[in-house]
């Protein structure tokens, strides 16, 4: 008897790994979709415009209908995956997002299409809250760490060739082309499904019921907050209709957070956020935002407009800004596995994103590319060091069973606050410019440069004061 209960466990079955195995490919393929459909639609909105002789408002609404149904339901898909089961929700929105794809490559005018793509992001929600909740479960130690590294690999890869993909698409084939693509992938997806069912362990919140007016709240909240920066350009951020967006989403937050104190089974559990290390670590994502997507959406207009580059020169030089996310995800996977702390990499990877915005000051309109390469490179080190590592982290730091949960809020942290730096980096960069002018151009540039690496010290401040308090 006491030989069996020393005996080292038997290795797990073949067929397991191979399950893992396929199922990991599944979701790091709809992972790859999803930012990949967010930065490459962009794209495809001239040759759309072209072929539905749609208005610019329109237009601008297949991005935009998107990102605001991703923002505004991406909590509550992980909420409702620790109900009613996490590769179940990763299914359906894989199959939601499919189809949407394929209404969206079949769309008769933009309306249509606009509507598609508010049902794609809603299914987008879906798989990249239930997919690294799922990760949390099927993996452990270095294993987990690993996976959560090809996560952030995936997820930054298509955020970064989304655009080169889709350009290739509409110039070689249609813009329909890019989301027939999709739907293609995400079929790829659904049939990896059961594969993934056998190798991911379930947890439930057993007798929970749904938090339907949590959820509908939120989506208020959501849908108001994104919506105000959305039309914020448009509109005017100091005009009646902005700020009125602005006060009912803060009017919907504060009546969801009364109604989540007295729920039972709430959507969001705000002891969640009583948690200063959690609550540290989704503020990780958010200084990504301010201190890289801005970059990555802006950075080749500044390359055209002042340093007089075409527009294929400029995309060969961004590959320095995203060069790193095909190394430094797995770099601090291998790094943490030889025991260096994984808060110490986190904390690195904040600090190359304060050095690197203040370095990029160095471009300049006859500045060589050799000059600001090393700038551009730790600017990209610094996002990429700690994506999949942070997800990782924080949902560590929750119970399994509230995995989805958890994923989920900081998936709408990191999305939200996409929104915001992008909007925000926007507004100030007119603001400061006043027009085209290359010279004026190139001054604005400078000063957002050095705006975006305060704020991202100050949340390396924030962060560092909330794990150091957590502890």
């Known amino acids: 008897m006491t030989a069996t209960t020393d005996a080292a466990p038997a290795a797990p079955p073949r067929t397991g790994s191979q399950a893992r195995a396929l199922g990991l490919s599944g979701v ?10 967010i930065s490459g639609t962009a794209v495809a909105l001239p040759a759309i415009g072209a072929d539905t002789h749609a208005s610019d408002a329109a237009l601008q609404w297949v991005v935009n209908a998107f990102n605001v149904a991703f923002a505004c339901f991406t909590l509550a898909w992980g909420s409702l995956a620790d109900i009613t089961g996490r590769v179940r929700a990763f299914a359906l929105g894989a199959g939601i997002y ?19 793509r508010a049902l794609a992001g809603l299914g987008g929600a879906a798989i990249f809250s239930c997919g690294s909740a799922i990760l ?43 989301f027939a693509l999709h739907a293609a992938a995400l079929a790829v997806v659904l049939a990896l499904v059961p594969a993934l069912a056998r190798a991911a362990a379930e947890r439930r919140r057993a007798a929970t019921r749904i938090d339907v007016p949590g959820i509908a709240l939120f989506v208020l909240a959501m ?37 989540e104190r007295r729920r039972h089974d709430p959507m969001l559990d705000l002891g969640l956020l009583a948690d200063r290390r959690f609550l540290g670590l989704c503020l990780v994502p958010v200084a990504g935002s301010f201190g890289f997507v801005t970059l990555l959406t802006y950075l080749p207009s500044y390359l055209t407009v002042v340093g007089g580059r075409s527009s294929g020169a400029a995309g060969l030089i961004m590959v320095l ?20 702390p994984a808060l110490t990499i986190i904390y690195a990877s904040l600090v190359c994103l304060v050095v690197g915005d203040a ?54 942290l ?8 992008v909007a925000f980096y926007a507004a100030l960069l007119t603001s400061l410019a006043g027009g085209t002018d290359p010279a004026a151009y190139d001054a604005a540039f400078h000063t ?19 794990l150091r308090r957590g502890r």
């Open 98 to 116: 499919a189809l949407a794809s394929l209404g969206s490559a079949l769309a008769l005018g933009v309306h249509t299409l606009d509507a598609a």
């Open 136 to 178: 949390a479960g099927m993996y452990e130690g270095p294993a987990r760490a690993r996976a959560f590294a090809l996560f952030g690999t995936v997820a930054g890869l298509g955020v970064s060739f989304g655009p080169t993909l889709s350009g290739a698409l509409v110039q070689a084939l249609d813009w329909r082309w890019v």
């Open 321 to 340: 800004l995203t060069a790193p996310m095909l190394v430094c995800p797995l770099l601090a996977a291998r790094l943490v596995a030889r025991g260096v």
């Open 28 to 37: 790091l393929l709809a992972v790859f979709v999803v930012p990949s459909s």
């Open 448 to 466: 957002v440069l050095w705006v975006l690496a305060g704020v991202c010290l100050a949340l390396l401040v924030l962060i560092a004061a909330l």
């Open 414 to 421: 990191r999305l939200g606050s996409e929104a915001v730096a």
């Open 223 to 259: 849908f108001l907050l994104t919506c105000a920066i959305v039309q914020g350009s448009q509109w005017g951020w100091a005009s009646a209709g902005v700020l009125a967006l602005f006060a009912g989403a803060a009017a919907a937050l504060a009546v969801f957070a009364a109604v």
């Open 359 to 412: 370095a990029l000051t160095l471009f300049g309109p006859r500045v060589p590319v050799a000059a600001v390469a090393v700038p551009m490179l730790v600017t990209g080190a610094g996002m990429a060091l700690a994506a999949g590592l942070v997800d990782g982290r924080a949902l560590e730091l929750v119970a399994p069973e509230k995995a989805g949960m958890a994923a989920g809020f900081l998936n709408t």
